[in-house]
Nanobody, 120 residues
Framework: QVQLAESGGGLVQAGGSLRLSCAAS???????????WGWYRQAPGKQRELVAT???????NYAASVKGRFTISRDNAKNTVYLQMNSLKSEDTAVYYC???????????WGQGTQVTVSS
């Protein structure tokens, strides 16, 4: 089994920055099968939405609403993924969840979430 632990959430003023971290722990045999990391978010009363992904190839993908402001990155040696959030807006307020998808076999892991609140 794999466990994901998010950190870095908090309260920030609009226009500010925040960096989220997600550290994976578990069996090496599972961790080496990681294929895609992702960040998702869910605001109160709203559906969960994809924010950003980074594949094993290092290819990245972003939601249109965060493109140019957020950056997803990965440190394979630390089994950790990051989400650098700049120019934060009030609409970025949500619980942010870390996700990892593995291959051979396919598995899907989720973190517990970290709250990000942007005030203005």
């Amino acid at each position: 089994q794999v466990q994901l632990a998010e950190s870095g959430g908090g309260l920030v003023q609009a226009g500010g920055s925040l960096r989220l971290s997600c550290a994976a722990s578990g069996r090496i045999s599972d961790i080496i099968r990681f294929n895609v990391w992702g960040w998702y978010r869910q605001a109160p009363g709203k559906q969960r939405e994809l924010v950003a992904t980074i594949a094993k190839s290092a290819n990245t993908n972003y939601a249109a609403s965060v493109k140019g402001r957020f950056t997803i990155s990965r440190d394979n040696a630390k089994n950790t993924v990051y989400l650098q959030m700049n120019s934060l807006k009030s609409e970025d307020t949500a619980v942010y969840y870390c996700n990892v998808v593995t291959t051979s076999p396919y598995e899907n892991y989720w973190g517990q979430g970290t709250q990000v609140t942007v005030s203005s």
